[in-house]
């Protein structure tokens, strides 16, 4: 149930934020799943082919730019299978977007063609004709970039603004004004262009019930309506500890304290409140990084008990931070934790650095977190290292006895990272290591 609470902040206007009641560290969301969308074509789920896996998962990152056209979809799956890829995992939802056929959010604005076109329904049909494995690769949390609003009405950032995480820099300023009038969001975009090194863009807030809610139903449509291997969770985390900082987010955060503090403590920082909106957070930093970190893995726990339920053989993985210590407390992220409650069944560390040893103790300790090793692909950036490094790189992933590699990305490597045309990139690493 939500509760509609007003909120008396000193020299501010009385706001009024939705909260979902406190949730006692380490529980799991009890609220019943929304309403699962239809699946397409004749209202009968589509036929699941057998599973496809493999001894080493080779796999490529797929970003939403090359899934805007017929043409580019084949192409990139014809180069994928000539070069030895085994998997692909194809950017679906890139910025609160539809590179598929969604009733949930707008298509995505890049999408080249005006007649009915399904980039994913494409790229499933002509990857499995190759026995090859597609996985969805959902965004969570990072919903636009530092570039023109969306044109949709229907995008989070114009139909649900108060949906949006907000930075500590802004957090006081932005209390008082009306997420729905531009300035709110402006301020938000302005704040990811002028800091590119600590946030990509604009995130929601993922404490909000709403956002929760949006995400899961974009999974389960797409686990109905689609003949997949897997899906993929990318942005399941926080950009850096310095969000969230919405009224929204500050609120729960004071309902959840008072079910972990004691009374005494709560009513003294209730008191503090009205005067200084960062009271509980300040004065309870553990406890503050604790919300955050249970409100990402309630929804990581929620999608994989909702989606298994529908396809338990969907292979549901997580690309995530490779620093286990920056994972944790500045991203908010607790993957090792994920693999240990077998919430997610691949984690996929980006350990993405042009230093091979360094690359190294990311993967291994990725291994020690899963345990088997299939339960981890080594995610490689390629656009940080020449072909011969990256060939390097996958030495060590089989050295350290990862289950597979996974580069990033498809793009990068046909586009700058092309090199020679008559020896590109992905064709000097199948020869160099994939069997081409």
């Keep these: 149930m939500l509760l509609g609470l007003p909120l008396f902040v000193a020299g501010c206007r009385v706001v009024t934020v939705t909260a979902d009641p406190p949730v006692p560290m380490g529980g799991a969301a009890t609220e019943p799943a929304p309403q699962m969308t239809e699946p397409r074509a004749d209202n009968e789920p589509v036929t699941m082919s057998p599973v496809r896996s493999f001894d080493e998962v080779r796999a490529l990152w797929v970003v939403r730019f090359t899934m805007t056209s017929e043409e580019a979809v084949r192409a990139m799956v014809d180069d994928a299978a000539r070069n030895g890829i085994n998997t692909l995992i194809v950017q679906v939802r890139g910025r609160a977007d539809a590179f598929y056929t969604s009733s949930i959010e707008p ?22 004709a190759r026995g090859m494995a597609v996985h969805a690769w959902v965004n969570t949390h ?13 995008h989070i950032l114009n139909a649900h603004p108060d949906w949006l995480s907000v930075p500590r820099e802004l957090g006081k300023d932005l209390v008082a004004v009306d997420p729905f009038q531009p300035h709110f969001v ?114 990581v726990e929620r999608i994989h008990r909702d989606v298994k339920a529908i396809k338990p053989r969907l292979t549901i993985s997580a690309a995530v ?34 230093d091979s040893e360094r690359f190294r103790s990311l993967v291994r300790t990725a291994r020690s977190a899963a345990g088997r090793p299939d339960r981890v692909w080594a995610g490689i950036g ?42 590109p990139f992905l064709r000097r690493i199948a020869e160099g290591r994939f069997g081409r």
């Excluded at 409140?273 to 406890?287: G, P, T």
């Excluded at 997610?344 to 650095?353: G, K, R």
């Excluded at 011969?388 to 990305?409: K, P, Q």
């Design 107 to 128: 298509r995505g604005e890049s999408i080249q063609e005006s007649a009915p076109f399904d980039p994913l329904d494409l790229v499933v049909q002509e990857a499995h």
């Design 186 to 299: 402006d301020r938000l975009v302005q704040y990811a262009e002028d800091n590119p090194s600590t946030v990509e863009g604009v995130y929601t807030s993922p404490s909000h019930p709403a956002v929760q809610d949006r995400v899961h139903r974009v999974w389960l449509d797409l686990a109905q309506q689609y003949d997949l291997d897997g899906i993929h969770f990318d942005y399941i985390r926080f950009p850096s500890a310095q969000y969230d900082y919405s009224i929204g987010a500050l609120e729960r955060f004071r309902l959840w304290a008072r079910g972990v503090l004691s009374p005494a403590r709560w009513e003294q920082l209730d008191r503090a409140y009205e005067a200084d909106l960062y009271a509980f957070v300040d004065s309870e930093a553990e406890l503050w990084g604790d919300f955050r970190r249970e409100h990402v893995t309630r929804l």
């Design 382 to 423: 390629a656009y940080l290292n020449s072909a011969e490094s990256t060939i390097g790189m996958i030495d060590i992933a089989r050295a350290e006895n990862a289950g597979g590699v996974v580069l990033f990305s498809y793009d990068w490597a046909v586009g700058e990272g092309k090199g020679d045309p008559d020896w």
């Design 321 to 354: 931070i490779a620093d286990t210590d920056l994972a944790l407390y500045d991203r908010f992220q607790a993957w090792p934790s994920w693999l240990e409650r077998g919430i997610v069944d691949v984690a996929v560390p980006m350990a993405y650095t042009p």
């Design 142 to 154: 990072l919903v636009w970039g530092p570039a023109q609003l969306p044109q949709s009405p229907e």
